[in-house]
């Protein structure tokens, strides 16, 4: 990862042990105030299997436009079954999040939420993307991405979204 001085910050679509972008040291900057704290834009390279090398340009979403996206997607409910426990005791209505027509519901419902957050962080980020509503980018977004740049945006966007314990260190005043 290398920053710029246009975008302020560039992610490698590679992860590193923790399962997030690899990212240098970087000076700590002082938050005073809630600018400190937006939504930020960058670029991501990626390498397309005939070895060119792109720079994608992309804006994170806010907490509010991640949830929205979320709630776009219709997520699948897990069947409940009646699962008798301990000799005696009652049977219980459990989810069966096993259920290989739920986990297949499910697997749909990522795919989903993966193209709704490729769309937006691209189209944020001034990438041209046809159509008018936010349905037609993601249905273009769809449609268009080769399965490489799908996977790697995905991977990239969602690793840029997530926060681990890794990105978080807690400083104490003396």
């Given at each position: 990862m290398t920053a710029t001085a246009e975008t302020g910050t560039t992610a490698m679509a590679a992860a590193s042990q923790n399962g997030h972008a690899a990212r240098p040291p970087t000076?700590?900057?002082?938050?005073t105030g809630l600018s400190d704290l937006e939504a930020i834009t960058g670029e991501i390279e990626l390498v397309r299997p005939d070895g060119a090398v792109l720079s994608v340009p992309y804006r994170a979403l806010t907490q509010a436009e991640l949830m929205a996206e979320r709630n776009r997607v219709k997520w699948p409910e897990p069947p409940k079954q009646m699962v008798q426990g301990a000799k005696g005791s009652r049977p219980q209505l459990v989810e069966n999040r096993e259920d290989p027509a739920f986990?297949?519901?499910a697997t749909v419902a990522a795919e989903e939420f993966g193209y709704r957050l490729v769309a937006r962080c691209?189209?944020?980020g001034g990438v041209e993307i046809p159509g008018d509503t936010p349905e037609e980018q993601v249905a273009a977004v769809r449609a268009s991405l080769g399965a490489w740049a799908f996977t790697a945006l995905a991977q990239?966007?969602?690793?840029?979204?997530n926060v681990?314990?890794?990105d978080i260190r807690v400083a104490s005043k003396n």
């Open positions: 000076p700590l900057i002082k938050v986990l297949a519901a691209l189209a944020g990239a966007f969602q690793s840029i979204h681990t314990d890794a």
